[in-house]
């Protein structure tokens, strides 16, 4: 609060000041008092009141400046209740108090959010866990069913168990850093497994795969990269086009280990390519070639990659191809 704003809000007791002393001055010039003598009085009682509010005005522009310098230099704003405590002034310290007092509703409030979401979660784990046991067993009937449509009831049972991991990995990407298991682990057995798990979409898809690379030891964490690569695999799935082809291979360089999951489908239209990873995006793509498009596998995969600290990258032509790569420090 600066020196103008002193003025401005004790205007009301400066007009009632000056009409007292008008009224002094008539008492005491009836009284007989020279009016140079008032008029000397008047003065200096302006100057007395006038230099108290320039002091009020300065001491209360400088701790607003020195609240505003400590309120930027604070990383959690809402501590700031704190520095106003300290200072003696009643005002200050009623605006203190009331702010301790949305403090401490804010913080009750997100508590509650909190345990609300903890216990949401857990029940989709426990959800996932209990869903898994009859998916299993259903996968097992189907593989002992002896019926032309096999592979399209496998290729379904498929899809529902990576919509189900897809849903637990969704409700531990919050907390994805308690959930990692960082340790060398060989790219070959990660690509090996997530086409394992992927056999009866790319079999009932006619999907073409080149897979041909010797081992490539990293440090990360082998369930993640797994499930990322199931998304990439799918996507390729989802995405093709007549005659499909799914390579994965590896390059290498000085400082990087990329693993690339590239495919001959529909691509990505240069425009979307900034946004795939986006939540919810699903692009032209999602809009012509799969209308159940959610955008959250490639969203998830971001989520993940960034956790584990690999760059996940994309080149693609429409029409052509799309290159996902996966890179790897070494």
Known sequence: ???????????????????????????????????????????????????????????????????????????????????LGHDKDPQEQFYAYLLRLGNKSMLEKISEVKRERLQYQEYVEQWVHEIKTPIAALKLQCENVQHKRKRDMLQQVERVEHYVEQALFYARSENVEKDLRIQYCDLYDCCSEALLQCKYLCTSAFLQIHFAFTSAIVATDEKWVIFILNQLIENAVKYRKE??????????????VTLHVQDNGAGIPMQDQTRIFEKGFTGENGRKHNQHATGIGLYLCKRLCDALQIEIMVRSKEGVFTDMQLRFHK
């Open 243 to 256: 005659k499909a082809h799914l390579y994965l291979y590896i390059t290498h360089d000085a400082s990087y």
């Open 1 to 83: 609060m600066n020196v103008r704003e002193v003025f401005a809000r004790h205007a009301f007791f400066l007009i009632l000041m000056f009409l007292w002393m008008l009224l002094c001055d008539g008492v005491l010039y009836g009284m007989g008092i020279a009016w140079e003598v008032l008029a000397f009085l008047n003065v200096m009682s302006g100057c007395m009141v006038c230099t108290y509010i320039i002091k009020v005005g300065r001491q209360r522009s400088k701790r607003k400046k020195e609240i505003e310098r400590i309120a930027q230099t604070l990383d959690q704003k809402y501590l700031l209740q704190e520095v």
